[in-house]
């Protein structure tokens, strides 16, 4: 007989937001669902990816976990699938999402909401000074003394972005600002797709103290488009450049604001003993680039450059309460991401002290998963292509679990898209065959479901050795669009400031919906943000 597993109320993991205490609360649909509705310090952990996900985005194998759903029957198998992982705290939230509603708990749309809604209070209490689309607009015909500076990740920049932007990423303003605009008197503009970076950005180098007037772009390529004006696609500009003597001023300026927000120090003997505690859990993130994470990196320390980290905190270190040790070689892009993250309530340190031979991991390290259950047998993309060449049709079917972006960008002719926690019921869809191919782009989530598709078909099971990219790379044929859906496509929620076709109604949407954050925050009550 099962076991039946603990509930949590809603008053428990309010209790424990409220007191600081370490608490993990999961929802465990996929990210579209997810993005309609869930509490604010919600993480989103689908289901059909918890093996490949919960090691690293939990590392203690003792947090306090609570799962929800909203009915749809995915929270209890999570939970138990949890369990086998090793996790020993571990409860279902009562009731569900409904359950969290009944209460009276508040519930928020979209994703990356704390970080989001911090940021909508940052400008309400900070007065962050923005400019409209109009506005920038007038003075980049103009000429004017001024420079874009686009708060993005790189590949959103290059999507779209605005006439004459520059992309620099969230944590390199304060670096790499005053090497871009030398003259005090040039005008900087901060943009992002809508609002957050943005204004976090500008804060940054109000906060830094840098002598140039800054402003928003307000509401950023949305509120650009909003006002009928035309973007950039696939711009290149990349602000890099730094002198010894701007480096050494943000060094100075970041280490300010910092300990202006409570940001504590900790050296390699501190750091040690934290990974010795076995009552708290401790997340250890280089904020550098990707690119210089690779290179070089402190053993033991992920990378989550700093814009994305404050605005994705639910991603990258989804157990609320927990500790946050960051770490650079520059001493200002940690100590500014630093400074927003404990303005957001987390107990956050700084690593000093290390020296340069400690950086010696290089490459990026594949995330901790656990060995998956019973036996796999393998095949090559030569001997699928010849199989699929050969047999009849109802004698194979190919079953692809990558995110359904890939699968319509590129799959196997013939195969199917399915989410691994819908596989029961995408089944129903696909005709019965005598032989299965699991594939995913590597086949590391696809070698997780074997089990399962062994015991729902009684059939042949067979994993792709290297999955769909080493199909690519022999040369093998593809097929594109969506061919084949077994599952919805439910896994990615579509953001509507992302992409160059969101209608305006969507757009104007989201902004509307930016604006009415702090008053959610308000009445949530538990976010313990403190804005310096």
Known sequence: MTTPLP???????????LAGQEIALIDVREEDPFAQAHPLFAANFAAGRIELDAWSRIPRRDTAIVVLDDGEGLAEPAAR????LGYTDVALLDGGLQGWRDAGGEIFKDVNVPSKAFGELVESQRHTPSLSAEEVKALIDQKADVVVLDARRFDEYQTMSIPTGISVPGAELVLRAQALAPNPQTRIIVNCAG???????????????????VSALRNGTI???????????GAERQGRAITEQTSADAAQQARSVADRAGVQRAQPSDLAAFQAEATRTTYRFDVRTAEEFAAGHLPGFS???????????????????????????DGVRANMTASWLAQMGWDVWILDGSQPTDWSETGHPPAPVPEPEGHAEWISPAQLAAWLQAEPADHIAVLDMTTSVNYVKRHIPGAWYLSRAGLAQALAQIPKAKRYVLTCGSSLLARYAVVELERLTGAEVFVLKGGTIAWIAAGLPLEHGETRLASPRTDRYRRPYEGTDSPREAMQGYLDWEFGLVEQLGRDGTHGFKVI
């Not at 428990?12 to 937001?17: E, F, K, P």
Request: charged content about 20%; glycine content about 10%.
């Open 81 to 84: 699938t949890l369990h086998k």
């Open 223 to 233: 509120g650009w488009k909003l006002a009928g004006q035309v973007l950039d696609h």
């Open 195 to 213: 609002r957050t970076r943005s204004i976090i950005g500008t804060q940054s180098l109000v906060n830094a103290g840098i002598p140039n007037p």
């Open 303 to 329: 990378n989550a450059p700093g814009g994305q980290l404050v605005q994705e905190t639910d991603v990258s270190a989804p157990v609320r309460g927990a500790r946050i040790v960051l770490a650079d070689t």
């Open 7 to 17: 509930l949590k109320s809603f008053h428990d993991v309010r209790q424990a937001l």
